[in-house]
């Protein structure tokens, strides 16, 4: 059973809602999930927790800097990697709704450049992972020192791989080559650059003004938090690897606070119709009949018996992590600054209590 849509007003209002008071014991066990991040001189986390319209959690803990010695808070941006390609699935949905695009136009009638192999991979299969392309990643070596951008993506791809995976639609492979190239399918069809067209078809609606897909040197980050790696007592700053520069399968930088608008927005249905957001959200079946877990930037699965929509984001210095749970009308998110600080876990013992009650 889906949520009934809300209002705007309604679902924006939960963003500026103080948070519910938590029981003592609810209370207890964040501060102790969160334990890690509060510790003093320790890279932070920002959590939060909706239920339906209600804001029951927004909490922040730790350093968004620890070299300045900057606290964490609910309007500290963070790098969200993967956690960009919902945003970059919805700005295809957005132009698909605009009738510029169907989800399955082929790739290669907007990006010409991607070999005749690719002949048959279609924007649904780069929004599912089933599209067999390689990942671009495997062709980056770690020494290498400039960033790659999103462009850089397609032409590691043209120039190193001579085949797919797999047949198009015939297998599942989780690849960042195919949200790199709709960024790029993005800003050929809609005539702008990725990071104006998030700005003003999704931020600048949903009064994210925080929220942006950062391009070194043309931007700033505000409230910005800076990647770490934790080892024993040593904190070391490793804020951007060889392919931060990459927008669409993971560069946009953004708050709780920010966050609590665009999931408010998903409830009500602000940006996409019905139908197209039941497309984002079932998983693609494969030529052979059998289901994928994946939707249009989302992994579909079920936790505690309950549906459950989920993505992970992993870079050099982030680690974060969303579940939600449609029929409860539970959102749990958690944004890190801190490398391999399986915030999946956090997330999955604060699931099962609020589900519990």
Same mark, same amino acid.
């Given at each position: 059973?889906?949520?009934?849509?809300?209002?705007?007003?309604?679902?924006?209002?939960?963003?500026?809602?103080?948070?519910?008071?938590?029981?003592?014991?609810?209370?207890?066990?964040? =501060?102790?999930?969160?334990?890690?991040?509060?510790?003093?001189? /320790? @890279?932070?986390?920002?959590?939060?927790?909706?239920?339906?319209?209600?804001?029951?959690?927004?909490?922040?803990?730790?350093?968004?800097?620890?070299?300045?010695?900057?606290?964490?808070?609910?309007?500290?941006?963070?790098?969200?990697?993967?956690?960009?390609?919902? !945003?970059?699935?919805?700005?295809?949905?957005?132009? $698909?709704?605009?009738?510029?695009?169907?989800?399955?136009?082929?790739?290669?009638?907007?990006? @010409?450049?991607?070999?005749?192999?690719?002949?048959?991979?279609?924007?649904?299969?780069?929004?599912?992972?089933?599209?067999?392309?390689?990942?671009?990643?495997? !062709?980056?070596?770690?020494?290498?020192?400039?960033?790659?951008?999103?462009?850089?993506?397609? =032409?590691? $791809?043209?120039?190193?791989?001579?085949?797919?995976?797999? @047949?198009?639609?015939?297998?599942?492979?989780?690849?960042?080559?195919?949200?790199?190239?709709?960024?790029?399918?993005?800003?050929?069809?809609?005539?702008?650059?990725?990071?104006?067209?998030?700005?003003?078809?999704?931020?600048? @609606?949903?009064?994210?003004?925080?929220? &942006?897909?950062?391009?070194?040197?043309?931007?700033?980050?505000?409230?910005?938090?800076?990647?770490?790696?934790?080892?024993?007592?040593?904190?070391?700053?490793?804020?951007?690897?060889?392919?931060?520069?990459?927008?669409?399968?993971?560069?946009?930088?953004?708050?709780?606070?920010?966050?609590?608008?665009?999931?408010?927005?998903?409830?009500? /249905?602000?940006?996409?119709?019905?139908?197209?957001?039941?497309?984002?959200?079932?998983?693609? $079946? &494969?030529?052979?009949?059998?289901?994928?877990?994946?939707?249009?930037?989302?992994?579909?699965?079920?936790?505690?018996?309950?549906? /459950?929509?989920?993505?992970?984001?992993?870079?050099?210095?982030?680690?974060?992590?969303?579940?939600?749970?449609?029929?409860?009308?539970?959102?749990?998110? &958690?944004?890190?600054?801190?490398? =391999?600080?399986?915030?999946?876990?956090?997330?999955?013992?604060?699931?099962?209590?609020? &589900?519990?009650?």
């Amino acid at each position: 059973m889906l949520l009934p849509c809300l209002t705007m007003a309604a679902a924006l209002a939960a963003c500026s809602r103080p948070a519910a008071e938590a029981p003592r014991s609810e209370a207890m066990l964040i =501060d102790s999930l969160l334990a890690p991040f509060s510790a003093p001189g /320790r @890279p932070g986390a920002s959590l939060l927790v909706v239920r339906h319209d209600t804001v029951l959690v927004r909490k922040a803990v730790g350093l968004a800097d620890v070299g300045g010695g900057v606290p964490a808070t609910s309007a500290t941006n963070y790098r969200l990697a993967s956690l960009t390609k919902q !945003f970059t699935a919805t700005a295809i949905v957005l132009l $698909v709704e605009d009738g510029v695009l169907t989800l399955d136009t082929p790739v290669r009638s907007i990006l @010409p450049e991607l070999p005749s192999y690719a002949a048959s991979v279609t924007l649904r299969h780069l929004l599912t992972h089933t599209s067999g392309l390689w990942d671009y990643e495997a !062709f980056v070596p770690d020494s290498q020192q400039r960033q790659v951008t999103d462009r850089d993506a397609l =032409d590691l $791809v043209r120039t190193h791989a001579d085949s797919l995976y797999f @047949p198009p639609g015939s297998g599942w492979r989780y690849s960042n080559t195919g949200y790199a190239l709709l960024s790029l399918i993005v800003e050929r069809k809609s005539g702008m650059s990725f990071p104006d067209f998030l700005r003003t078809r999704i931020f600048a @609606p949903l009064g994210m003004t925080n929220s &942006l897909a950062h391009v070194d040197g043309r931007d700033t980050i505000p409230h910005r938090a800076y990647g770490h790696t934790v080892r024993g007592d040593t904190v070391s700053g490793t804020d951007q690897s060889n392919t931060s520069a990459v927008l669409g399968d993971g560069g946009i930088y953004s708050s709780i606070d920010d966050m609590t608008r665009w999931y408010a927005a998903l409830t009500a /249905r602000t940006l996409v119709d019905g139908k197209l957001w039941n497309a984002t959200i079932t998983p693609y $079946v &494969l030529s052979d009949g059998k289901p994928t877990e994946y939707g249009f930037g989302w992994f579909i699965d079920r936790f505690e018996d309950r549906a /459950r929509l989920r993505h992970h984001g992993e870079t050099r210095g982030f680690t974060n992590f969303v579940a939600r749970f449609p029929e409860e009308g539970l959102t749990i998110l &958690l944004l890190t600054n801190r490398t =391999d600080s399986a915030p999946w876990d956090i997330v999955d013992a604060l699931a099962r209590r609020y &589900l519990a009650q």
